[in-house]
């Protein structure tokens, strides 16, 4: 039990470090091809920047509301 358990362990670790390095990579492609978008990455892209403008709103909405909150103290 206790080599299964390790052997998980090993295996759970191989593929965080799976996902960083596929991460680094995309993070990489995406600031490389901007402005020269190959076609079948359009939509991933778009989807990119959809995520990102809905986070900067929220970021937005959460400077509102604190400033709100502070000026009824």
Not at 9 to 30: P, Q, R, T, V
Request: proline share 1%.
């Amino acid at each position: 039990m206790a080599e299964i358990a390790n052997l998980n362990l090993k295996i759970n670790k191989s593929e965080s470090d799976l996902e960083k390095a596929m991460l680094a990579l995309g993070k990489k492609f995406y600031s490389n091809v901007q402005g020269t978008l190959p076609e079948e990455y359009k939509s991933e892209f778009g989807t990119i920047e959809k995520i990102k403008a809905d986070i900067s709103e929220m970021k937005v909405k959460i400077a509102e509301l604190k400033e709100d909150k502070e000026t009824e103290e």
